[in-house]
T-cell receptor, first 110, second 115 residues
Framework: DSGVTQTPKHLITATGQRVTLRCSPR?????VYWYQQSLDQGLQFLIQ???????AKGNILERFSAQQFPDLHSELNLSSLELGDSALYFC?????????FGPGTRLTVL | SQQGEEDPQALSIQEGENATMNCSYK?????LQWYRQNSGRGLVHLIL?????REKHSGRLRVTLDTSKKSSSLLITASRAADTASYFC???????????????FGTGTRLTIIP
C-alpha cells in the first residue's frame, strides 16, 4: 500500500459527459502528479501540483483540468468525454525524488 | 510522448533464472527510476539511480546506468513467479528543468516467470 488513495476505482460513463477523479496523497506530501495510461499512448504525464499551485503541465487536453485543495487532495476533471479518453488515470505523490502511485481509476467511456 | 524504449517488449523465463531488461532514453536526466506494474494495477517503485551513479543494488535487483549511452538496465536475479509483471523505466529531467519532477516513462517490458 503506497498510502495514496484514489476514488472511484472504476467509472463508466457516456461520451460528452463530465467526471471528477479524486486523489488523496500520502500524509505530508506536497506534490501531486496525474498520469494517464492508455494502450496507444502508454504512460503519459498530465499535470503536477505543488502545495496548491500548478507546477508543470504535460500532454493534458484543454477539456481536462485539475486542482489541488488546501488539504492537499487533488481532483482531475474530465469533460466532453470522448471514446479515446478511456484509460487508467493515476495519481502520484512525492516529498522527494520518489513518486508513490495510487491504485488508479479505470475510466471507460461508452 | 515516451522518453524512450524498453527492450525487450516481452520476456519469458523459467523460475530461478535471471531477467535483464534494458531502457534507452533521449535527453539528459536527473535520475532514472524503475517501476513494476502488476496487471492493470498501480505502479510500485522499485529503485532510483541518480545521474552521477553507475550501479545500484536493492535485494535481488541490480540497476546500471550509462549516461554516455543514455541507457539503463534492470537485472532481477533468481526470479520468482511473483515477479511476473510489467516493468517500466522512468526518467526525471532534463537537468535544465530543475523543479519539474515529472516522470517520463518508457514503453515497458512484460516479464513472465514460468514456474
Amino acid at each position: 500500500d503506497s498510502g495514496v488513495t484514489q476514488t472511484p476505482k472504476h467509472l463508466i460513463t457516456a461520451t460528452g459527459q463530465r467526471v471528477t477523479l479524486r486523489c488523496s496523497p500520502r500524509s505530508g506530501d506536497l506534490s501531486v502528479y496525474w498520469y494517464q495510461q492508455s494502450l496507444d499512448q502508454g504512460l503519459q504525464f498530465l499535470i503536477q501540483y505543488y502545495n496548491g499551485e500548478e507546477r508543470a503541465k504535460g500532454n493534458i487536453l484543454e477539456r481536462f483540468s485539475a486542482q489541488q485543495f488546501p488539504d492537499l487532495h487533488s481532483e482531475l476533471n474530465l469533460s466532453s468525454l470522448e471514446l479515446g479518453d478511456s484509460a487508467l488515470y493515476f495519481c502520484a505523490s512525492s516529498a522527494s525524488d520518489t513518486q508513490y502511485f495510487g491504485p488508479g481509476t479505470r475510466l471507460t467511456v461508452l | 510522448s515516451q522518453q524512450g524504449e524498453e527492450d525487450p517488449q516481452a520476456l519469458s523465463i523459467q523460475e530461478g533464472e535471471n531477467a535483464t531488461m534494458n531502457c534507452s532514453y533521449k535527453t539528459s536526466i536527473n535520475n532514472l527510476q524503475w517501476y513494476r506494474q502488476n496487471s492493470g494495477r498501480g505502479l510500485v517503485h522499485l529503485i532510483l539511480i541518480r545521474s552521477n551513479e553507475r550501479e545500484k543494488h536493492s535485494g535481488r535487483l541490480r540497476v546500471t546506468l550509462d549516461t554516455s549511452k543514455k541507457s539503463s538496465s534492470l537485472l532481477i536475479t533468481a526470479s520468482r513467479a511473483a515477479d511476473t509483471a510489467s516493468y517500466f523505466c522512468a526518467t526525471v529531467g532534463p537537468i535544465s528543468n530543475f523543479g519539474n519532477e515529472k516522470l517520463t516513462f518508457g514503453t515497458g517490458t512484460r516479464l513472465t516467470i514460468i514456474p
